[in-house]
């Protein structure tokens, strides 16, 4: 069974905020990836890491930071939040090397007002 | 590039009929295929996976054969149930620079009724 967390499951915020979207494996895996998922479900990687102090912009612009100070946490901040960053944001990781597959976090949604 | 395309949904059926979801790709080299499932409110879950030519994924009744010659990875279950309604998304492995990033095609929605 994966076990990758993100907290919070659910955030809603007022515009301006800054935030912090907390993401935690205890699998020992190298690799982590932040997705933003849109309405359409359609998943865009926003940042990638292959281990401590390693970071990398992923496909998709976006305004957020992450940092990996850890092996096991990952998280992404936004310094302030606005309207359209209101979406579901999916954390995910994996052992290095080829021929393995991704475990996911169960989500945050965000929604900024 | 690397890309995946996946048929559109939603897709509709009844319960116990025969499920085909289309995927295809494109990748250099030897990618990994994969299909993720996606329950509403909740992340993606790793449904089944081949890492090489003829290989069959198989998981909870479903299935995929990892077709070179094609470049197809496609989903089918002989029996669908109420319970399978969910997103389902294709994706490979990109291996050809190192990076091992993974790339999702755009989700197929589906939906079995009773």
């Known amino acids: 069974e994966a076990d990758i967390y993100q907290t919070p499951r659910y955030l809603v915020i007022g515009t301006g905020k800054k935030i912090t979207l907390e993401c935690s494996q205890t699998?020992?895996?190298?690799?982590m990836y932040w997705y933003q998922q849109d309405p359409g479900m359609e998943l865009h990687l926003i940042h990638y890491?292959?281990?401590?102090?390693?970071?990398e912009k992923g496909d998709l612009s976006s305004e957020s930071t992450v940092s990996r100070i850890r092996t096991e946490h990952f998280p992404l901040t936004l310094e302030s939040a606005r309207p359209s960053h209101t979406s579901q944001y999916l954390c995910?990781?994996?052992?290095?090397?080829?021929?393995?597959?991704?475990?996911f976090g169960q989500g945050t949604r965000l929604t900024v007002v | 590039g690397n890309s995946v395309t996946q048929m559109e949904g939603p897709v509709t059926l009844s319960e116990e009929a025969f499920l085909t979801i289309n995927c295809t790709y494109t990748?250099?080299?030897?990618?990994?295929l994969f299909w993720y499932v996606q329950y509403p409110g909740e992340g993606l879950q790793l449904l089944l996976k081949a890492t090489k030519a003829d290989d069959k994924g198989s998981n909870k009744g479903f299935e995929a054969t990892y077709r070179k010659e094609t470049t197809s990875f496609h989903l089918e279950k002989g029996s669908v149930q109420v319970s399978d309604s969910a997103v389902y998304f294709c994706?490979?492995?990109?291996?050809?620079?190192?990076?091992?990033?993974?790339?999702f095609g755009t989700g197929t929605r589906l939906k079995v009724l009773a």
């Open positions: 995910a990781s994996s052992p290095l090397g080829p021929n393995t597959e991704a475990f």
């Open positions: 890491s292959y281990g401590v102090n390693s970071t």
């Open positions: 699998m020992g895996h190298d690799k």
């Open positions: 994706a490979l492995s990109d291996q050809t620079s190192g990076t091992y990033k993974y790339i």
């Open positions: 990748a250099t080299g030897y990618p990994s």
